[in-house]
């Protein structure tokens, strides 16, 4: 089971203090706020995407690459990279090097986002975003199995003979998650694949959450890539935490009454009734956390937002200290003492290399010579594989899945 925060990249206004912090200052909090994930012994960090403000993380990949260069265990992960707005090929190239650069230590989750003005903004046209995702992946999913694709849909102008650069590490692409918060479609597309299916679990009633992820464990074992308990899942949540229940109520409340995600809906109390949202000490957070195992059965990842809505850095980085010393590693456990000996571990990009090479040393992609014009012709790589296959999220061949 892992463990970790993600956010949002919002700058918010403290509501305490009326202090609206720079996007440097926003940007530097968030790379302390990554350090401090490891030192408290969590598993992962992921960040957002977003293109306008009041959010600062336009280049996820160049953020995760800054943080992956200080830390040593820690999982570099997006709380949505835009499979719509973004192309294809710059997800696969950009991400391949993330891949490279944090030596394996990341994966990423695919979402549609919901900002309508920035489709616009990118040429795109959101009444098309759902067969947008479903082709856009369908390509990126090719452009990190195949060394050399043609393609021609719908969304992005047609390719010929191209190859994607670099190869993943390893020539194992990324794990990749695909989040949503009430789409089947998408939650089928990863089933299809293989994929994790990462459920947002934030706004939004368990129960809503729950038809979501029991749909794309019925469709995991459909398309034969294990059983319903061998899917892999994933779930946000938010929290806020301080030693004393009252204490944690009483400092949250003015970031909650004035967030704009909550701001003029139901009080505190109700929406930490009705949702997912975990207000109070260690051990009422243990206890709120461990009902959504009660709701949704094993589960590979559980991500925390506890940067968002203005909060101060040093209210986060005293939460982290509280979710690392006091409530993961008894979360770790009672989880552990749950949990079903046929469900799997997240997958990792050691265990997907193990997968597809067994002992055998992993693929090393090894271009042929530049023939003069900055190219090397059909055949890119000294081994380039006439017929490469696709393999699903345990590195098993695609073809074999079911229709």
Not at 11 to 25: F, K, L, N, Q, V
Not at 36 to 56: I, Q
Not at 118 to 145: C, Q
């Amino acid at each position: 089971m892992e463990f970790g925060v993600f956010t949002v990249s919002d700058i918010t206004r403290d509501p305490t203090t009326g202090y609206t912090p720079s996007e440097a200052e926003r940007i530097d909090a968030t790379v302390q706020i990554a350090k401090k994930t490891e030192e408290v012994g969590l598993d992962v960090f992921a960040v957002g995407e977003h293109h306008n403000p009041p959010f600062f993380s336009s280049s996820p990949s160049t953020l995760l690459a800054f943080i992956a260069a200080q830390t040593s265990t820690l999982k570099m992960s997006t709380s949505t990279t835009l499979i719509t707005t973004n192309d294809p090929v710059r997800i696969a190239e950009e991400y391949a090097m993330l891949q490279h650069l944090a030596k394996g230590r990341m994966d990423l989750m695919l979402g549609r986002g919901n900002t309508a003005p920035v489709y616009p903004w990118f040429g795109k046209d959101i009444r098309s975003s759902l067969p947008m995702a479903l082709e856009n992946y369908n390509l990126l999913h090719r452009l990190w199995t195949e060394d050399v694709v043609d393609f021609e849909g719908n969304f992005r102008t047609p390719l010929q003979g191209f190859t994607s650069t670099p190869r993943p590490l390893d020539d194992v692409a990324p794990f990749v998650w695909h989040g949503s918060i009430r789409t089947p479609e998408i939650a089928e597309q990863a089933a299809f694949y293989g994929d994790g299916f990462f459920a947002n679990h934030i706004f939004w009633p368990k129960g809503h959450y729950k038809r979501l992820v029991d749909f794309y464990r019925q469709r995991f074992e459909h398309y034969g890539h294990g059983t319903a308990k061998q899917a892999i899942v994933g779930l946000g949540g938010q929290t806020y935490i301080a030693k004393k229940s009252q204490d944690a109520w009483n400092e949250f409340r003015p970031y909650f009454n004035e967030a704009p995600v909550y701001g003029g809906g139901p009080s505190m109390e109700s929406f930490t009734e009705q949702t997912p949202l975990s207000v109070g000490s260690p051990q009422e957070i243990i206890d709120k956390t461990l009902t959504f195992h009660d709701e949704f059965g094993d589960y590979q990842r559980q991500m925390f937002l506890i940067d968002h809505a203005g909060l101060p850095l040093k209210a986060v980085l005293n939460q982290l200290d509280l979710l690392g010393e006091e409530v993961i590693p008894v979360l770790r456990k009672e989880l552990e003492a749950r949990r079903d000996p046929e469900t799997p571990d997240t997958p990792s990009h050691a265990s997907r290399v193990k997968a597809k090479y067994g002992d055998e040393e992993p693929r090393q992609p090894r271009p042929n010579a530049n023939r003069g014009d900055n190219v090397t012709g059909g055949s890119p790589y000294q081994d380039t594989q006439k017929k490469p296959s696709g393999l699903d999220a345990f590195g098993r061949d695609l073809s074999d899945s079911k229709e």
